[in-house]
């Protein structure tokens, strides 16, 4: 018994001193809550940890957290800026339509449900959005980047992360250096209007287009080293004009080839459909049907 | 209650990051609004209450102590960073400029500049030096891991953009090259301001 008891009171002692030396790093907790307005503007400022912007149904600014860092808030009913000094994990709830900037260094950033503006910044962390946002702009120079849902301009860049793009967008632009760009685009045939401009850029990385190209719509992709893929459906009506200096085209949508590094062809009548564009300097081009 | 239009501007007032005709623009507003006024108070007041938070929250003793033994200490300057911003804001302009000349528009098919192409060329590489030189005075400020990064692909883009330009070099007449050396160019400055931005 004795010695069972001592047993207990040592894991007792090990849990206790554990929990004290954890006590600091979730030692400040923040929650608060304003009356905003349904397209007001919040502005975030959190170094590190991590930050989900959540849109929400109510007329009001909800925010709550912890970490070591402290939270400042100051603003009125159309506009509030949060600002946090070190690292801390916020949880912010937004109305729906509200205009949203955050700005991080390492802190991941995550969006859900917000059908506003959004401006997302950071440098090491990775940014994620789900949902139908109006307009986009994600800038991160190392962390990964996915829009997920669609929105009506979307505007990504990043120096070394992936960038994924899915869902139903009218006008997506991306670039990166030495990060890939995958486009996965959902269009008119599942009820959008596919892309009807899309920009898409890489020096070393790979760019890859897959998905529905809006009727009307231009569609350029360029890489100078990486290689660039195409698959669009077998049925797309558009002039394809490929060209690379030092790689190779290949094409299986149709039987056009590709001569001294060019292969320019149109499916339909010239100019009734969609324009693609295609550069590299020394990546490959290929050309596939979904 | 602040104009809606404005909250971008009086933010970038308030943090000191505008520039001087952008600044002049905004004071001309608040002189004459009373609710930019107000929030202009209110911000400053915010600004004024995060700096007086702690600059750091110290953990644990036992977790610090191993911490610290492998992380030397990083100085924090302050002073004379408005002018360090002033002139990355400048010379971002003049590469702004000349990249604008550089580029072509975004519709598929363009026409080459001609006899102006080295010309601009020259002063993209003068505005991309200035911008490298003013990168540099504030290079400790930035983390290792960014300094990293940013080599790596200062490299790998001056890679690219050597290759381009040698081909460029073989057949002048190519707009593709023009096109992808332009791209290249743009790239490298994108890369450069990104960078100039978050160090200072």
Known sequence: MTRHLGWLGFVLAVAARSALGQAPADHNRFEARWPFDSDGSVRIVDPAGRIRVIGWDVDSLAVSGRGPGRLAAAGTVSVRKLVVTGRAELEVHVPRGARVWVKSASADIDVVGVDGTLDLNSVAGAIHVVGTPADVTAETMDGPVELAGGSGRARVKTVSGAILLRGASVDLGASTLSGTIVVRAAGWQRGGTGVQRGKFESVTGDVRFDGELGRGGIVELESQSGAIALRVPAATVADFDLVTIAGSITNRLTAATAERGVLRFSTGAEGAGAQVTARSFKGNISLDAK | ?200
């Open chain 2, 1 to 200: 209650m602040m104009c809606n239009e404005w909250e971008t501007q009086l933010n970038e007032y308030v943090d000191g990051t505008l520039a001087a005709e952008a600044r002049a623009l905004v004071e001309a507003h608040l002189a004459g609004c009373a609710g930019c006024r107000a929030a202009v108070v209110e911000l400053r007041a915010l600004v004024a209450g995060a700096a007086d938070l702690p600059k750091r929250i110290e953990p644990a003793r036992d977790l610090w102590t191993g911490i610290a033994a492998r992380v030397g200490k990083r100085e924090v300057r302050n002073g004379k960073r408005w002018w360090r911003t002033a002139l990355a804001a400048a010379a971002t302009l003049v590469i702004g400029f000349a990249v604008y000349r550089l580029l072509p528009p975004f519709a598929a098919h363009y026409r080459p500049v001609g006899e102006g192409w080295l010309a601009v060329e020259a002063q993209y590489e003068q505005a991309s030096d200035e911008l490298t030189r003013a990168l540099a005075t504030e290079r400790d400020r930035l983390a290792p891991a960014t300094v990293a990064l940013l080599e790596r692909n200062l490299a790998a883009i001056d890679a690219a953009l050597r290759e381009s330009r040698d081909a460029l070099a073989r057949d002048p007449e190519n707009v593709e090259l023009r096109g992808l050396v332009a791209s290249a160019a743009r790239e490298k400055v994108e890369l450069l301001r990104w960078a100039t931005r978050v160090a200072t």
